[in-house]
């Protein structure tokens, strides 16, 4: 598909087409990477990752059935701060 590089301020601007935005799921604010070998420019979308957020944390913003946030037990506790022991460790 053929399209014109414009004057964006110090810069140079492409606008992609709809269609392509469509089949890449593309958004405002998407992230991208752009390469160039030789005259060939490559634009690849950035997969984003998701912020870790520990399981003590995530404990944090769960509320219990009368509404309340959950409140970590001791034993809780315990078990979350134990020893990895098998392939949990990425």
């Given at each position: 598909?053929?399209?014109v590089v414009s004057n964006w301020g110090n810069s140079l601007g492409l606008r992609?087409?709809?269609s392509?935005?469509?089949i890449c799921h593309l958004t405002d604010k998407t992230r991208v990477n752009i390469a160039a070998n030789g005259e060939t420019i490559?634009?690849?979308k950035?997969?984003?990752q998701r912020k870790h957020i520990p399981?003590?944390?995530r404990a944090k913003q769960c509320k219990g059935w009368d509404g309340k946030p959950?409140?970590?037990t001791d034993e809780d506790r315990e078990w979350l701060n134990m020893p990895s022991v098998g392939k949990e460790i990425v």
């Open positions: 598909m053929e399209t992609i087409p709809k392509i935005t469509e490559t634009i690849t950035i997969k984003e399981l003590e944390e959950y409140e970590l």
